[in-house]
């Protein structure tokens, strides 16, 4: 459980960061969770496992979906409904 819940509050920021940084407010909410940036301002190495199953966890409850743009090597992901409400919502707490 406190691996999940580790994962879950790591996303969590990761989320918040990307969308601070990388959205900044606009419709589409664009963001690429991987970025060094993110890395950077979440403090955790951008290649850790942590960091990468951050990002799935927010692939796999939906926070994010796969944007259909395909103009550098990044993949860019845009924040759903059900993300934007997760973070107004924050992670779940024991």
Not at 5 to 15: K, S
Not at 37 to 49: C, Q
Not at 62 to 75: E, F, H, K, M
């Amino acid at each position: 459980m406190t691996e999940t819940l580790e994962a879950e509050e790591l996303a969590w920021v990761v989320l918040r960061v990307a969308n601070r940084m990388q959205a900044r407010g606009s419709t589409a909410r664009l963001v690429v969770p991987r970025a060094p940036e993110v890395a950077y301002e979440v403090g955790v190495d951008l290649e850790e496992d942590r960091f990468l199953a951050a990002e799935e966890h927010l692939l796999q409850r939906g926070y994010v979906a796969p944007a259909d743009i395909s103009l550098t090597r990044a993949t860019y992901y845009t924040i759903t409904p059900a993300g934007l409400r997760w973070l107004k919502r924050g992670p779940v707490t024991p």
